[in-house]
């Protein structure tokens, strides 16, 4: 079991990460999908993924064991990279020190490839490798699904603001049953390694996982930057050929492709700022959108510290709710910078 414990300043420094994060996102389904649980779940997903076998895939295996002890260092952030690219900088920014001291822990409980040698030492063409391949197992393997990844999770989130606005930082953490229990001033983890997590004013983020599975992880060192990565609901069916999103954007049909795109984004909020991001569109064309979808009725904006937050209207969210699984899943976010 993995023991948090909380000081009234952590209690106020609890957030939740604002999408899926891409690295936590890549090792769990690296390491899910070496698993033989989770079928219903996982199933169809793991035979569409093993059809393929991308040589990425491998590679991160041999980092990544179903069980027991995974390196930090593969997952340097908790949702605060907006691209893929910045992700794995920060990841091939390890130091060396931590590096060989992670390696040589994994080494203890399995046998390691060569290659990785190379890897402890800090070799830039081995960082270079893993980066190409994390790239191109996100753009293989998870590409494909990631809308629905970001809408699971966004919505995940969605419910644990709620639980925070309805009931303060003990709603939130509370809301984590059954994977976890709150017994102030400790948040109790039904994790498998038993671990000692003191927070010691530093706060926690919440770090929704659409391929977290079956239970809640943290990494190893309790000295680095503290977070808990937690499973999400799944829908049965979600990797199954019906499931897959249509091949025409009926809803871009009826709106156009980019206001379609913005009333995703705002199913779950999003300021001009991130949506213009998101879409790669400028924040006036942001603006004037929201502006025809709001005369429609489908988006409301709300307006503070000079920022627009845009939210989907009943109306708005109703309209999404008929496109399908994947409604609400905001504009899919690209693999790379």
Known sequence: ??????????????????????????????????????????GDWRRWVRSRLPESRRLLSALLPPHGYSPDFLTPTAGDHDTLQAAV???????????RTELTLLARSRRLPDWTRALAQGDTEALAHLGDAIHSYQE?????????????????????????????????LASLRPHARW???????????????????????LQPSFFCWPAPTTL???????????????????ASPSARPPAQDR????????????????????????????????HPAVSQHMNVLRDAGLVTTVRTAGRAFHFATAEGR?????????????PAVPAGP
């Open 89 to 99: 900088d920060a990841l091939l920014a390890t130091p060396l020190g931590r590096l």
């Open 183 to 205: 017994r102030p001033p400790v948040l109790e983890v039904a994790c498998p390694a038993g671990q000692q997590l003191r927070l010691g004013g530093r706060g926690l983020v």
């Open 140 to 172: 293989d393997v998870l590409v494909p699904h990631w809308r629905h990844v970001r809408s699971a999770v966004e919505a995940d989130r969605a419910h644990r603001l709620k639980s925070l606005m309805d009931g303060g930082t003990e709603a939130l």
């Open 220 to 238: 190893a060192d309790g000295a680095l930057p503290p977070v808990l990565v937690h499973p999400i609901h799944h829908t049965d069916d979600w």
């Open 1 to 42: 079991m993995l023991r948090i414990h909380f000081t009234p300043e952590d209690m106020t420094r609890v957030r939740v990460a604002k999408g899926p994060d891409f690295l936590w996102e890549i090792t769990n389904s690296v390491q899910t999908l070496q698993r033989r649980d989770g079928e219903r779940v996982f």
């Open 318 to 330: 109703g309209l999404l709710a008929a496109e399908g699984p994947d409604s609400g899943a905001g």
């Open 251 to 282: 809803l871009g049909l009826l709106l156009g492709r980019t206001r379609a795109e913005l009333l995703r984004a705002a199913r779950n909020g999003c300021s001009t700022v991130e949506a213009a991001r998101m879409l790669r569109v400028t």
